[in-house]
């Protein structure tokens, strides 16, 4: 069966640093998306893209957060400068269109020091 | 998005039915309900959803109130894997919510052998 991976697993990180999540969404998905959950809270939507733009994106996604699409394979969340409150899981999730089931990937566990 | 309402912990025995509720009573015409759920910090598993009728799949079954104000998700033979937080969320895909899932606290369900 199809599924979203995520790389890495983990992630450790000083703060000030950028770090890059990387996703490969399932393979015939057009519309891809990243969530995160703090330790303890609940899973908080990040962003939504499709077509190489971003169709909407919460709060928490301010500028230091951006999101890309390198490849026909990948897709990639960065944060440019890492605070420490960017402490979480980030998943990535992505579905055929916007009217089918979102799948979620495994998560990659970032800390920032 | 509506609103849902879930308790927030439940209890079931191994091999019997689990029954989670959910109350979604702002519910309007053009949302479905989802299920997904969480185990430990794992990628939310995506895990039925339906808009009026009843569905089931070979995970659970979806009852859904004819007036749509609330529904129940129902796994016919709870196993101890089952263990895990479920989250019901009433998303209007599709339409300017461009895919996005908003997360409540969720029910944890513990199956005790």
């Known amino acids: 069966e199809p599924e979203v991976t995520q790389t890495p697993s983990h992630q450790v990180t000083q703060m000030g640093q950028e770090v890059i999540l990387r996703c490969v969404p399932i393979s015939n998905h057009l519309y891809f998306y990243w969530y995160r959950q703090i330790l303890g809270q609940k899973v908080e939507f990040l962003v939504s893209f499709y077509n190489n733009e971003i169709s909407e994106k919460s709060e928490i996604f301010d500028d230091q957060f951006s999101v890309e699409r390198p490849d026909g394979s990948n897709f990639t969340l960065k944060i440019r400068s890492t605070k420490l409150e960017d402490s979480a899981m980030y998943f990535c999730a992505s579905s055929a269109s916007l009217l089918e089931t979102q799948y979620f990937g495994p998560g990659t566990r970032l800390l920032v020091l | 998005d509506a609103k849902t309402t879930q308790p927030p912990s439940m209890d079931c025995a191994e091999g019997r039915a689990a029954n989670l509720p959910c109350n979604h009573s702002?519910?309007?015409?053009?949302?479905?309900v989802y299920w997904y759920r969480q185990i430990h910090s794992q990628g939310p598993q995506y895990i039925i959803h339906g808009l009026k009728n009843n569905e089931t799949n070979e995970m659970a079954s979806l009852i859904i109130t004819e007036d749509r104000k609330s529904s129940t998700l129902i796994l016919p033979h709870a196993t101890l894997r089952d263990t895990a937080v479920y989250y019901c969320?009433?998303?209007?895909?599709?339409?300017?919510?461009?895919?996005?899932?908003?997360f409540g606290q969720g029910t944890i369900l513990t199956v005790h052998p």
């Open positions: 969320i009433v998303s209007a895909l599709g339409g300017t919510s461009y895919g996005k899932l908003t």
């Open positions: 702002t519910i309007s015409g053009n949302e479905y």
